[in-house]
């Protein structure tokens, strides 16, 4: 990840990704292994009353 101020390193908004941890396993050897999975937006639902009927 890069992030700050100064001078730019990429072309671009800043628009960063977040991960989830799915997946965390460590060996003997000291070697940790990670497995991450990218978090979805949440789905906003919008619910509108019905239209009134002009003849109602």
């Known amino acids: 990840m ?7 390193a990429f072309d671009g908004a800043f ?3 977040v ?3 799915a997946e ?3 060996f003997p050897n ?3 292994l ?3 999975t990218r978090r979805r937006p949440p789905t906003i639902t919008v ?3 019905p239209a009134r009927r002009a003849d109602a």
């Open 2 to 8: 890069a992030a700050g101020a100064g001078i730019p």
């Open 47 to 49: 619910h509108r009353p």
């Open 24 to 26: 965390r396993a460590a």
């Open 19 to 21: 991960f989830d941890m």
């Open 30 to 32: 000291g070697v940790t």
């Open 34 to 36: 990670s497995r991450l």
């Open 15 to 17: 628009d960063p990704t």
